[in-house]
């Protein structure tokens, strides 16, 4: 049985500073929900900072916002977690590994719930709106789920599947442009004031930075061997042709059944 891969210098490092933004995450979080309930602080410029986005969208851009804010949708994330998932623990990776982005998306997603109870923020002015929303506004759904999800599941390839750092660092980057993305479609879309996209991404960075922190703590996953490339399929192949090596009769068998 392999054993799992010792944290290095640089992983400590990094470790280290996973948390640290774990922390700065909360930070802010804590802010914005203060700043919500005394209509203080940024807060206080949300009408004026939602204006700016619902003045200059046009035609073309609320199409793309229609489509990327989908990116952020609950279902189309469970989709994403669970192939993502399946696809890694077919390459070979731990059920553990395999399950990180599910697993943040079920951390985002009750940590939201529970905010927009607490909280019971209205959302913006209903003339504003292009698509149908009813439920509370703070914090955004979109921004905290896509962010646990995106960037858990860009952390988890970066550890266990690519090698090479700058691979490492643009799928962590493509990942956060996607977060913003959904983020900025729900202030264009007119259903979000602006410490809500600010929070829920505060939220879900801290959703899959925590659920990732605590994977690496306990499975101490590593890049996976270039014997594993085929992972879970090549071996259930080699399995099976084993498997009819073994019934294949010999040469004499079959001369003794004559």
């Not at 940590?111 to 504003?128: C, F």
């Not at 270039?226 to 259930?236: F, K, L, N, T, Y």
């Amino acid at each position: 049985m392999k054993r799992p891969a010792r944290l290095s210098t640089r992983g400590l490092v990094a470790l280290g500073a996973a948390l640290g933004v774990v922390v700065a995450s909360g930070l802010l979080l804590a802010a914005m929900s203060e700043d919500v309930v005394t209509h203080d602080g940024l807060a206080r410029r949300d009408r004026a900072n939602l204006r700016f986005f619902t003045l200059h969208r046009t035609p073309d851009l609320v199409s793309a916002a229609r489509a990327v804010t989908n990116a952020g949708a609950v279902p189309f994330l469970i989709v994403v977690a669970v192939v993502a998932g399946g696809l890694l623990w077919w390459r070979g990776a731990r059920l553990a590994v395999s399950v990180a982005p599910a697993l943040a998306l079920a951390v985002a997603g009750s940590a939201v719930a529970i905010g927009k109870h607490l909280v019971g923020r209205a959302r913006p002015p209903a003339a504003l709106h292009l698509v149908a929303e009813s439920d509370a506004s703070f914090p955004s759904g979109h921004a905290t789920d896509s962010a646990a999800v995106y960037l858990t599941l860009a952390l988890v390839v970066a550890i266990v599947v690519l090698r090479r750092p700058l691979a490492r660092v643009m799928a962590v980057i493509g990942a956060a442009l996607m977060t913003v993305a959904v983020g900025a479609s729900r202030l264009v879309l007119g259903v979000h004031w602006p410490t809500d996209v600010l929070a829920g991404w505060s939220l879900g960075v801290a959703a899959a930075l925590t659920v990732t922190t605590a994977m690496v703590l306990v499975v101490r996953p590593g890049p996976l061997e270039p014997a594993d490339v085929s992972g879970r399929a090549g071996r259930v192949w080699s399995g099976q042709r084993r498997s009819w090596t073994l019934r294949r009769p010999s040469a004499r068998q079959t001369l003794d059944l004559r």
